[in-house]
């Protein structure tokens, strides 16, 4: 039913800025709340960021806080990850994920996930 496509990862280095983008296939964007993971190297996949259908609500993983926001565009069925600050443990994969909205906030887990983008931070 879904389809997401993750685009702006890269090499960066310590301290610089990222904006990472998701788009979505569907007819019902503002259906879907959104979700960012990351699995770094050697490690399991994590939590990022969280964001309602609205986008007023968000959530961030404590490693994230004070440096990432996420957001989106519903008329583009996009969201966004905008990383600041970057370090280099936030190398990783980077997949956006997608789950209809119910009646729990945020989601307890996700159906839909993107192919992912690769985010490289040198120090």
């Known amino acids: 039913q879904l389809q997401l496509v993750e685009s702006g990862g890269g090499l960066v280095q310590a301290g610089g800025s990222l904006r990472l983008s998701c788009a979505a296939s569907t007819r019902t964007f503002n259906s879907y709340a959104m979700a960012w993971f990351r699995q770094a190297p050697g490690k399991e996949r994590e939590f990022v960021a969280a964001?309602?259908?609205?986008?007023?609500?968000?959530y961030y993983a404590d490693s994230v806080k004070g440096r990432f926001t996420t957001s989106r565009v519903n008329a583009k069925n996009t969201i966004y990850l905008q990383m600041n600050s970057l370090k280099p443990e936030d190398t990783a994969v980077y997949y956006c994920a997608a789950e209809l909205v119910g009646s729990t906030w945020p989601p307890p887990s996700y159906d839909y996930w993107g192919q992912g983008t690769q985010v490289t931070v040198s120090s």
């Open positions: 964001i309602s259908w609205s986008g007023g609500s968000t």
